[in-house]
């Protein structure tokens, strides 16, 4: 299985970004997604995640309301979009397939990662 993050950049305070992950090597839809996060000196946390094929999602609270999460079964790609950024969301962002069809925020819940994408925001 590998997954492949991309998207992450540079961009002002107030700005957009939107990542990618596109998997391959399992049934992507059969799965949760999930997003995680890791700032400089801090523990890798959850972000976000979007359950198997359903559109229902889990943030959070830190971006909740600023984030949103989407998959495209027929692409096998999850899609992070992230308005109003902060320069606390400044991180390595990380995609990882679940175990299950639910998404947790637990990272022990997921079986598959990527290879994480930088975010950096200016303020």
């Known amino acids: 299985v590998q997954l492949q993050a991309s998207g992450g950049g540079l961009v002002k305070a107030g700005g957009s970004l939107r990542l990618s992950c596109a998997a391959s090597?399992?049934?992507?839809?059969?799965?949760?997604m999930g997003w995680f996060r890791q700032a400089p000196g801090k523990e890798r946390e959850f972000v976000g995640g979007?359950?198997?094929?359903?559109?229902?999602?889990r943030f959070a609270d830190a971006v909740k309301g600023r984030f949103t999460i989407f998959r495209d079964n027929a692409q096998n790609t999850v899609y992070l979009q992230m308005n109003s950024l902060k320069p606390e969301d400044t991180a390595v962002y990380y995609c990882?397939?679940?175990?299950?069809?639910?998404?947790?925020?637990?990272?022990?819940?997921?079986?598959?990662w990527g290879q994480g994408t930088q975010v950096t925001v200016s303020s």
């Open positions: 990882a397939s679940s175990h299950t069809r639910w998404t947790y925020m637990n990272e022990r819940e997921y079986a598959y």
């Open positions: 090597g399992r049934t992507f839809s059969s799965y949760a």
């Open positions: 979007i359950n198997a094929n359903t559109s229902v999602t």
